[in-house]
């Protein structure tokens, strides 16, 4: 931007494009739709099931059925994609439910691409549920050791892809893991968690997801939230070994990161607004402290301005909704 081109008062009147909704909307420099929005949803076994998350006002543990009917939901909402968690029945040391033909992310990945074909199935491909410690890799003597993981969570991809997911989303933050599913997987695209933060903003997913650790904490994999420099790297890492779309997680604490990742590689970029963004909206609501619509809105828009192409809210269906209505 050249300002010296810009002009003085009273000629330039910066107030002059503001006078209208028609008028701001002609101007708008950046632009969200439900094109960019992604859902997540939280598969379980069983049938009719629908376990409200506390933490998450609005948001349920689902069975493959009900999963269905938020799959149309959102699809009928102008939604064009689902990210899909797994919860379990049984956990083990090895997270053999993540790989599982007949595994609940499986199951309800063929079930939503029967009902819903054209909704694009993203499957997140993490260890965490399915290992009855909590952690995303293979433990031994208390550490979390990367490259035996690496097998586990390629296996897992590959599953996932047979089963019909169209995109893989490995969350793990193990190390070579998207060079690993790359290797099993030529064809079917990755969006790589490139820079997923240890965040404490993470803390209504674990209660969603049932995947707290059972011991420690996931620091030794997960970033420091005081390194952006390092996101980059692990970004260019990614891309290198073969992710096709990179993500940024949580959103809002992390738009520098956002923006310096689409400016520096110029990648697809994701960004998820993660548990701890979307009940924070949704207890200030529910006290009247703010209004849900506008402040969602405005941090999806946000996140959008930073950068990225696609953001994964929970909040994606009520987003789609109200932007059509105020397109109306």
């Not at 995947?211 to 390194?227: H, T």
Request: charged share 25%; proline share 5%; hydrophobic share 45%.
């Amino acid at each position: 931007m050249h300002l010296k081109y810009i002009g003085e008062f009273p000629t330039v009147r910066m107030r002059r494009l503001r006078q209208s909704p028609a008028l701001r909307r002609l101007v708008a420099e950046t632009r969200l739709s439900a094109d960019q929005l992604v859902l997540p949803l939280f598969a379980r076994l069983g049938r009719k099931v629908r376990n409200a998350i506390e933490a998450m006002p609005g948001m349920f543990q689902l069975s493959p059925d009900e999963v269905v009917r938020e799959a149309e939901r959102a699809a009928k909402a102008g939604i064009r994609a689902v990210l899909l968690f797994g919860i379990p029945d049984k956990k083990d040391a090895k997270a053999s439910g993540a790989y599982a033909s007949d595994g609940i992310v499986q199951t309800t990945v063929r079930a939503i691409k029967r009902a819903v074909p054209d909704l694009l199935v993203i499957t997140d491909v993490c260890l965490c549920e399915y290992m009855d410690h909590g952690h995303c890799g293979v433990v031994h003597d208390g550490k979390i050791l990367n490259d035996p993981t690496l097998k586990l969570l390629a296996d897992t991809a590959a599953s996932h892809a047979e089963a019909g997911a169209d995109i893989i989303a490995p969350s793990d933050m193990m190390d070579g893991r998207v060079g690993a599913i790359r290797q099993r997987l030529a064809e079917i695209p990755i969006m790589a968690y490139a820079a997923k933060f240890a965040s404490a903003f993470y803390g209504p997913f674990r209660e969603a997801a049932e995947s707290a650790p059972q011991f420690g904490d996931r620091r030794s994999y997960q970033m420091d939230p005081a390194n952006a420099d390092e996101a980059l790297r692990e970004v260019a890492m990614d891309i290198q070994e073969g992710a096709d779309i990179v993500m940024v997680k949580p959103a809002l604490a992390y738009l520098d990161v956002i923006q310096r990742v689409k400016r520096e590689f110029d990648y697809p970029t994701a960004a998820y607004a993660v548990s701890g963004e979307f009940a924070m909206i949704k207890a200030a609501a529910a006290k009247g402290w703010l209004d849900e619509r506008a402040a969602t809105l405005e941090a999806l828009l946000g996140i959008r301005r930073a950068g990225a192409d696609i953001i994964i809210t929970y909040s994606a269906v009520e987003a789609a909704q109200w932007l059509t209505a105020s397109r109306s």
